[in-house]
């Protein structure tokens, strides 16, 4: 079913190209519509392109067990990120009915229709929505690279104009997403299961030294405001901490870009990015107050000047410690090995943390590797993870 | 005249933009062409487009004394780099001629169609056409960033096409160019003149660290290949050894670029340029096999790979003692503060320096700026330049 629900926007590499509200993304959403009724569901969309397959439970006035993750991908991304989590949840819902018929609480799976941001310079829109941390207003002014508007886009996919109901829900019980790790953690300690304990928070900077622009052969070294020796030094000390400091920090310069670039002419100015990310907000107030008072120092030493600048603060969010134990039990029943972690990721259990309890479960990403056409997870793994995940919506719902 | 010059090629911000072959460059060498004449010289331009200026000496069979400089700009550059020499030139021949009449020796004063290569992938067309070490096959694939070609300007400019006599020259006695410094040790050191011993050696290379690119975070700091932390480890190596090594060597990274070079991605490649001059081969030589050798074992200890490659390579070139001499003798009796001090940036000189006695001088630059609007050097080290260039060639001509 990965490979089917693949076959929607495959690329030429063999990786898939799913954005929001693109004809790929809107065939897709479609296919797993019929799916879901074949299935015995009750099927509906939201207007912003959430699709919901429901088990209405026995109970009355019941509150709602959600399951599943987002249909988007990145450009030339892999089959199982997303997706996987919606496939899972429709596989668990089919065998729990078959099984164990109607459920008391109601049971849904969706298919959320946009986690990536790689469309639109907007990320968790259909989460957002459910929850109510996303609205219309956000999106009124957004373009797409090919200038495209997001209400155009949207409008053009059939949503948006009211012709579905309103995305925001406040019937959620909890949120179940199942996912893949997109990390080689699992893989190399050989679990087959991570139960995701927090979403790590995200930090990142821009950091800018400026020094003076010179002549590479005229100005000797002794006279030179060299911005980006100045800047190596900051990132050597940067990373050196990052590994010393704590072994769940990362930090990380992914991008460097100087002024004016060119092999003959001394850096003027250097501008470098950080993103740092712990489980805890207080582990990386302190890190990042330490390291940038020494770079102040160094800046300083050096008579060039520091720029600061914090452009993202996302918070870590806690999963539900109750829907935790729920999977630790199942599983140290069955003897499935497994690791609780913090996800370096972000997901759509991010958002909904904040909102309802939630529970993020993980299976192995060979070689950690995700957002490429060679992302893999062996059947054996993915057939673990759904088995969990039937028995916690079991538990949850009957 | 450094105004009146200034004037051809005139940008908004009040610098100079004068590319080889363009309207300005011909507009530039058309008038310098009257003033020439107009001060009685002999004018002739060769099939390149450099234009010469000739006082014929009264010796039967008299080899020739050069002096002058290149008339190109770079982009919005000053008014004095280049300019300068050719108006020294002219000043220092017509004054000569007033004072002296006729030299004994033939005196030549050059503006050189082309030094900067700008426009061009080319630099040194002009004094390399008249030592013969550029010829027209050099440029004959040769286009501008506006897909122009090379001969198509050069023709468009009147030359090329064998109308004016064949660049080559085998009567030059010897080349005396006045330039600005590009530097800031004549002015910080409170000396007027610069007199050239050498034009540094140029080695520039091409490093490139390959590591791993993957998720800033889901991987563990300690599972890295972080290409932008070992390649910012090489270049503090780098620097720091420059700064310790030779006070006359410098070494510049003025390059750097990442792949991919986004904020959540770990730098899987990091490719730096390194410039490196001194006045001895041997000094760059031990010098970049000694940091080489180093960043084998810092990549390898990093489980990184590490390229090399040379992509330039120029020799140092000396100027000869016979014309230092000359100079310094004229300002000790001047009692004129000079400073004998290489030149670590290329000029016309260092090519005419391979061919016949060459002497390169200096007049101050303003807080080392060049190549920019703001370039400057004060009237009276301008003066002091041109009495000197007027009794250098007094000395060699008369």
């Known amino acids: 079913m990965v490979e089917w629900l693949g076959s929607f926007g495959k690329s030429k590499s063999n990786g898939v190209t799913r954005q929001l509200y693109s004809?790929?993304?809107?065939?897709?959403?479609?296919?797993?519509?019929?799916?879901?009724?074949?299935?015995?569901?009750d099927v509906y969309f939201d207007d912003v392109g959430n699709l919901f397959g429901r088990l209405t439970g026995s109970q009355e006035d019941s509150t709602t067990i959600l399951t599943g993750?987002?249909?988007?991908?990145?450009?030339?991304?892999?089959?199982?990120d997303g997706a996987y989590g919606v496939i899972a949840g429709m596989i668990a819902m089919q065998y729990l009915f078959?099984?164990?018929?109607?459920?008391?609480?109601n049971i849904?799976?969706?298919?959320?229709c946009e986690e990536e941001g790689s469309r639109f310079p907007m990320t968790y829109w259909g989460s957002g929505n459910i929850t109510g941390v996303r609205t219309m207003e956000d999106v009124r002014n957004l373009v797409d690279l090919q200038d495209t508007s997001f209400i155009k886009a949207m409008h053009e996919s059939g949503f948006g104009q009211g012709e579905y109901r309103q995305p925001k829900r406040d019937d959620?019980?909890?949120?179940?997403?199942?996912?893949?790790?997109?990390?080689?953690?699992?893989?190399?300690e050989e679990k087959s299961i991570g139960i995701v304990s927090h979403i790590v928070g995200q930090r990142r900077y821009e950091i800018t030294v400026i020094g003076e622009s010179n002549h590479a052969g005229t100005t000797p070294m002794a006279w030179r405001k060299d911005a980006l020796y100045v800047a190596s030094g900051l990132i050597q000390l940067l990373i050196q901490k990052a590994r010393e400091t704590n072994s769940d920090l990362v930090a990380t310069v992914g991008q460097i870009n100087l002024e004016p670039n060119i092999a003959n002419v001394i850096p003027g100015k250097a501008t470098f990015t950080i993103d740092i990310r712990h489980s805890e907000d207080d582990v990386i107030?302190?890190?990042?107050?330490?390291?940038?008072?020494?770079?102040?120092s160094i800046t300083d030493s050096h008579n060039t000047e520091l720029r600061i600048k914090n452009w993202m603060n996302e918070k870590p969010v806690k999963m539900c410690e109750k829907l935790i134990e729920i999977s630790e039990s199942i599983l140290n029943k069955d003897q499935t090995p497994y690791k609780k972690m913090a996800s370096g990721a972000g997901h759509d259990s991010q958002v909904f943390g904040?909102?309802?309890?939630t529970s993020?479960?993980?299976?192995?990403?060979?070689?950690?590797?995700?957002?490429?056409?060679?992302?893999?997870?062996?059947t054996e793994d993915l057939e673990k993870g759904i088995r969990l995940l039937i028995k916690v919506l079991y538990e949850l719902a009957y």
């Open 69 to 80: 993750s987002h249909i988007d991908t990145v450009i030339d991304g892999g089959k199982y």
């Open 285 to 296: 107030d302190r890190f990042s107050m330490g390291i940038f008072k020494e770079f102040q």
């Open 23 to 41: 004809n790929e993304w809107r065939c897709a959403q479609q296919a797993l519509e019929k799916r879901m009724k074949k299935i015995g569901l």
């Open 98 to 105: 078959e099984y164990y018929g109607v459920p008391k609480k």
């Open 108 to 112: 849904e799976v969706v298919s959320l």
């Open 172 to 188: 959620i019980d909890c949120f179940v997403e199942l996912h893949i790790e997109q990390g080689e953690v699992l893989e190399r």
């Open 360 to 378: 993020l479960l993980f299976v192995p990403s060979h070689k950690g590797i995700s957002h490429s056409p060679h992302e893999f997870t062996s």
């Open 354 to 357: 904040s909102f309802c309890p």
